[in-house]
Structures are given as structure tokens and as C-alpha cells.
């Protein structure tokens, strides 16, 4: 559980740099959203019991905000950031998975 933390964590510090560039109103909105999100999974102390969170749902709304996020909307220095947090919404859904099925 401790690695699924680690992503969510990362993937939190990227929605805090996306909150400082200037995006759509929506895409801001939405980018809170899965930020609120993240933060109440974060809280919980035993992530392993706290089955009543999507986790796979929470992640998902956020990739799709990524996906609706225009390269050319993002600094230069974003672009390679961004690259890393959808492969980390990628392993941490797989690592979940395979967490919640033992």
C-alpha cells in the first residue's frame, strides 16, 4: 500500500504545478476535483481497508483531465512531468488491482 500512496502522492504534487499554469476554467475545476479526491484517499490510515473509495475511478477522472490537457497548453518543462504521472496512473491502477485481488 505504501507504493500506491508514493503514486497518488506524486500525482498530487503535478495537479498542485497544474494549478499555477493557465488552463481552461473547466479544465481547472476538474483538476480540483481529482485533487480533493486524492487528498481524502491520502488521509485514510489503512488505504488496504478503505475499500470504499474508488481508487480506480479517482485515477481515471484525473487521466482524462490529462488527456483534455493540450500539450501546447503545458510549459515546456511540464510536457516530460505529465509523460511520467500517466504511466504512474497506469502502474498504480495495475498495482491496485492486483492488491485488492489477494
Same mark, same amino acid.
Given at each position: 500500500?505504501?507504493?500506491? #500512496?508514493?503514486?497518488? *502522492? @506524486?500525482?498530487?504534487?503535478?495537479?498542485? /504545478?497544474? !494549478?499555477?499554469?493557465?488552463?481552461?476554467?473547466?479544465? =481547472?475545476? #476538474?483538476?480540483?476535483? *481529482? @485533487?480533493?479526491?486524492?487528498?481524502?484517499? /491520502?488521509? !485514510?490510515?489503512?488505504?488496504?481497508?478503505?475499500?470504499? =473509495?474508488?481508487?480506480?475511478?479517482?485515477?481515471?477522472?484525473?487521466?482524462?483531465?490529462?488527456?483534455?490537457?493540450?500539450?501546447?497548453?503545458?510549459?515546456?518543462?511540464?510536457?516530460?512531468?505529465?509523460?511520467?504521472?500517466?504511466?504512474?496512473?497506469?502502474?498504480?491502477?495495475?498495482?491496485?488491482?492486483?492488491?485488492?485481488?489477494?
Amino acid at each position: 500500500m505504501h507504493d500506491v #500512496r508514493n503514486q497518488l *502522492s @506524486a500525482m498530487l504534487m503535478f495537479i498542485s /504545478l497544474l !494549478e499555477k499554469v493557465e488552463l481552461p476554467g473547466e479544465i =481547472h475545476a #476538474r483538476l480540483s476535483a *481529482s @485533487a480533493e479526491e486524492l487528498r481524502t484517499v /491520502l488521509t !485514510e490510515p489503512d488505504l488496504a481497508t478503505a475499500t470504499h =473509495h474508488d481508487l480506480n475511478a479517482i485515477v481515471g477522472a484525473f487521466s482524462e483531465v490529462l488527456r483534455d490537457i493540450e500539450i501546447t497548453q503545458l510549459p515546456e518543462e511540464l510536457v516530460p512531468l505529465r509523460v511520467d504521472v500517466v504511466a504512474r496512473i497506469v502502474a498504480t491502477t495495475d498495482l491496485w488491482s492486483s492488491l485488492t485481488q489477494l
